[in-house]
């Protein structure tokens, strides 16, 4: 019965309990450690570049521009160029994933440039990729060389301009942008006020006149009445002067509103085009503006560029036409994984027998794991078909896959039946690791150097190089194959070594019996 007091009491069973809680968490830990951060490494990545650029007249000069390509290319600091003088010894170099994209530049690349006023032909430079090898890494060197040919491309179109007068035009469009947003402010207000303060000062008196006649009236009333004939001729002078008051200030001022009410109509009139026009000059400024700071701070804008007297043409040698070619490689090393730890769990310990060649005891256990790995392998290459993913050559893959699932069960059985049940979570964990560092697509070189030196000799990731290979065409599949037929014969040897060691042991205990 199991129990805490049996699991503790039995150091044993609480190392494989132990183990069987840890070994998913090194998985998930190991996984993430592999993979979040490939992004901060993108320095790394490696672009070829062959400069084959002669030099022609450019600009009143005699120069090669492949040169100035080339050390834009080298100043980079999103990824590292090397020189090869060959494109054969370049494409070979990609095919095997050492580089991450190859750039030509072709001989008359300068000359091009130099007849594009007269031909409007844009000059090309050929880009070579192989997203097959690691779609992220082909996206992240394709949008980089796309901001350093918008940015070649704007020097370009400006010719021998010095960067100095440059600052100066691109200082001058900016006082001059807002000048001309100050001059809308101003035409608004003008449109709005003209003539307020004398409409102002004429309804102040105005309310003035008819307080001091209201008041006067009012006390000529009382006056009338009290029959104050002295008063009644006093308040007839005020209310006088209030009625002179009233023909010169307030008549006047209305006639000179009336007379500057025609010139007033036609600035509202034209307010909309004088709006429109002043926000139109000051949107090109500002526009004139940010395509000189464009220009003068080395930062690309691929949308706004002058022209496109530079141009890529991209070729990619790895095309990916389905999803499925991406993920079967990482999904045969997964199948591969766990046939192997599964084959090896079923697989029995045998004692070793002294009447039987070490050969013969290997057969024994082989031919049932060796004769189902046939037929697992056949089933995980074969499924690609349902789904309509092409992968080249069936036969073939299935071969490979079949060779890394006789190499692996090996390794298993061997650990197993060398160290018992130890031996079998030994095995579980050296998959797991290699599992955990081959799956993810990521490219060797963003990988740590002593990773990137020894995975290419796993076992798995040989597997998972072989099917890239003969999916994605590549010429780096015998290679791969040898490794296989390497481990699968050292692992068979180990074996059948095995039980001749334990066939003598039990000769020697027999003999001194």
């Known amino acids: 019965m199991l129990g805490w007091q049996a699991v503790l009491g039995n150091k044993r069973i609480l190392g494989k309990w132990l183990v069987a809680v840890v070994l998913p968490v090194l998985l998930i830990v190991g996984y993430l450690g592999a993979t979040s951060h490939s992004n901060q490494k993108t ?13 022609a007249s450019l600009n009143g000069k005699n120069q090669r521009f ?3 390509l080339q050390q834009q290319l080298k100043e980079s600091k999103h990824f590292k160029t090397s020189t090869y003088q060959s494109t054969r010894a370049a494409k070979l170099a990609l095919k095997q994933g050492r580089i991450s994209a190859m750039i030509e530049i072709p001989t008359s690349l300068t000359t091009q440039l130099a007849d594009y006023k007269k031909s409007g032909k844009s000059a090309m430079v050929n880009v070579t990729v192989a997203t097959g090898n690691s779609q992220y890494a082909t996206q992240y060197i394709e949008d980089q060389l796309n901001g350093i040919v918008a940015i070649a491309n704007n020097k370009l179109s400006l010719g ?3 960067d100095s007068t440059l600052s100066k035009l691109s200082s001058q469009s ?11 402010t101003n035409l608004q207000a003008v449109g709005n006020s003209i003539d307020a303060d004398a409409a102002n000062d004429l309804q102040s008196n105005a309310a003035d006149l008819i307080t001091d006649l209201s008041t006067y009236s009012a006390q000529l009333n009382d006056a009338v009445n009290g029959g104050d004939k002295t008063k009644i001729q006093s308040l007839a002078v005020e209310i006088n002067n209030i009625s002179y008051k009233m023909q010169t200030t307030i008549a006047g001022g209305i006639g000179s509103i009336a007379t500057n009410l025609s010139s007033t109509k036609a600035l509202s009139d034209q307010s909309g085009v004088i709006q429109s026009s002043a926000k139109n000059i000051n949107g090109g400024q500002q526009e ?3 395509q000189l700071k464009s220009l003068l701070s ?3 804008d691929k949308n706004t560029a002058l022209t496109q007297m530079l141009m890529l043409k991209t070729n990619d040698i790895k095309p990916i036409r389905t999803q499925g070619q991406v993920l ?3 999904l045969l090393v997964v199948g591969v994984s766990m046939m192997s730890v599964l084959f090896g769990l079923l697989l029995p310990v045998k004692p070793t027998k002294t009447d039987a060649l070490a050969l013969e005891q290997w057969w024994e256990n082989f031919q049932i794991g060796g004769l189902l790995s046939i037929l697992g392998s056949i089933l995980m290459v074969g499924s690609a078909f349902l789904w309509h993913v092409n992968i080249g050559n069936f036969w073939y893959l299935t071969g490979i896959t079949l060779l890394s699932q006789w190499s692996m069960m090996s390794l298993v059985w061997y650990l197993k039946q060398w160290l018992g049940q130890a031996g079998w979570w030994l095995s579980t964990v050296l998959l797991a690791i290699q599992t955990v560092f081959v799956v993810p697509n990521d490219p060797i070189i963003l990988q740590d150097s002593i990773f990137a030196f020894i995975r290419p000799f796993w076992p798995l990731s040989a597997l998972k190089n072989a099917v890239n290979s003969l999916v994605f065409g590549g010429n780096d599949i015998e290679p791969n194959v040898m490794i296989l037929i390497i481990w699968l014969l050292a692992l068979t ?3 059948v070594t095995y039980y001749r060691v334990k066939q003598r042991e039990n000769l020697k205990q027999a003999l001194n019996v």
């Open 43 to 55: 320095d790394r990545l490696v672009v070829a570049v062959i400069n084959q650029d002669k030099a």
């Open 66 to 68: 492949g040169d100035t």
């Open 160 to 162: 021998n301009t010095s």
């Open 174 to 184: 900016q006082n001059l942008a807002k000048q001309t947003k100050d001059l809308q």
């Open 288 to 290: 004139i503006s940010s």
């Open 298 to 300: 080395n930062q690309p």
């Open 328 to 330: 079967m490689a990482s």
């Open 493 to 495: 040897i180990l074996l």
